[in-house]
C-alpha cells in the first residue's frame, strides 16, 4: 500500500520560513494535497495538487516538490500557523486515499 | 454558506452497530461526491469512506470495509456511514466532508463538519 512520510514536528521562530516535507513514491506525478489543523478543530485545505492555493489561503503558503517529495512551504511564519498538517494523495492502484501522520509546526 | 452537520455520535459496545448522518446544505448536494475521514484521539488523519455524487461509486479503506457503508439522500441531502461490528479501534471523531469539485470523486475536500463522536468500549 502507499506510503507517505511526514517528520512528526517542525519548529521555527516567528517571521521565518517553515518548510514540511511529505515523501512519498512518484508524488509529483500523483499530485499531493495538504491540510491543515489547529487544536480543536477541523482540517482546512491549504494547498492541492502540489501547489495550487484554495479561495482565501494566505500567500504565504506555498507548495513544491522535487524528486519523490512534495513540501508545504509557509513564508513570514505566524502564531496562528501553529498547527498539524497532513499531506494526502489518491492511490490509484488501491483506489484509496492515503494521508501522511502529520507535522506539528510549532512556532516559537 | 457550505455547512456540513454530523450527528449519531455516542459510546456503543464492541460488537455492535451505529449510524452517523451528516446533514448537509448551502451547495448542491447531489453534484458533489462525499467523504468520511476519521481521527482516533490524539492520532492523525484516517480516510474511511468515499461515495460519488450519484451514490453509484463507492470506496472504503481498508480497515473498516465489509464492516461499514457509506449511503446518500439526494433528496434529503444527508449523507450516512452505517458501522456494523464495532471495533474498539473504531473509536474517533467522524468527520463528514465535501469534495472540492463537482461530478469529480476523485478531489481534494474543501469542507468539513464540525465532527461526531464514536467511543467502542465495554
Known amino acids: 500500500s502507499y506510503v507517505l512520510t511526514q517528520p512528526p514536528s517542525v519548529s521555527v521562530a516567528p517571521g521565518q520560513t517553515a518548510r514540511i516535507p511529505c515523501g512519498g513514491n512518484?508524488?509529483?506525478?500523483?499530485?499531493a494535497h495538504w491540510y491543515q489543523q489547529r487544536p480543536g478543530q477541523a482540517p482546512v485545505l491549504v494547498i492541492y495538487y502540489l501547489k495550487d492555493r484554495p479561495s482565501g489561503i494566505p500567500e504565504r503558503f506555498s507548495g513544491s516538490n522535487s524528486d519523490n517529495t512534495a513540501t508545504l512551504t509557509i513564508s513570514r511564519v505566524e502564531a496562528g500557523d501553529e498547527a498539524v498538517y497532513f499531506c494526502q494523495v489518491w492511490d490509484g492502484d488501491s483506489d484509496h486515499w492515503v494521508f501522511g501522520g502529520g507535522t506539528k509546526l510549532t512556532v516559537l | 454558506q457550505v455547512q456540513l452537520v454530523e450527528s449519531g455520535g455516542r459510546a456503543v459496545q464492541p460488537g455492535k452497530s451505529l449510524r452517523l448522518s451528516c446533514a448537509a446544505s448551502?451547495?448542491?448536494?447531489?453534484?458533489?461526491?462525499m467523504e468520511w475521514v476519521r481521527q482516533a484521539p490524539g492520532q492523525g488523519l484516517e480516510w474511511v469512506a468515499l461515495?460519488?455524487?450519484?451514490?453509484?461509486?463507492?470506496y472504503y479503506g481498508d480497515s473498516v470495509k465489509g464492516r461499514f457503508t457509506v449511503s446518500r439522500d439526494n433528496f434529503e441531502n444527508t449523507l450516512y456511514l452505517q458501522m456494523n461490528s464495532l471495533r474498539v479501534e473504531d473509536t474517533a471523531v467522524y468527520y463528514c466532508?465535501?469534495?472540492?469539485?463537482?461530478?469529480?470523486?476523485?478531489?481534494?475536500?474543501?469542507?468539513w463538519g464540525q465532527g461526531t463522536l464514536v467511543t467502542v468500549s465495554s
Open positions: 461515495i460519488s455524487y450519484d451514490g453509484k461509486k463507492l
Open positions: 448551502g451547495f448542491t448536494f447531489s453534484n458533489f461526491a
Open positions: 466532508a465535501k469534495v472540492g469539485q463537482q461530478w469529480q470523486p476523485i478531489y481534494p475536500v474543501d469542507k
Open positions: 512518484d508524488i509529483g506525478r500523483i499530485g
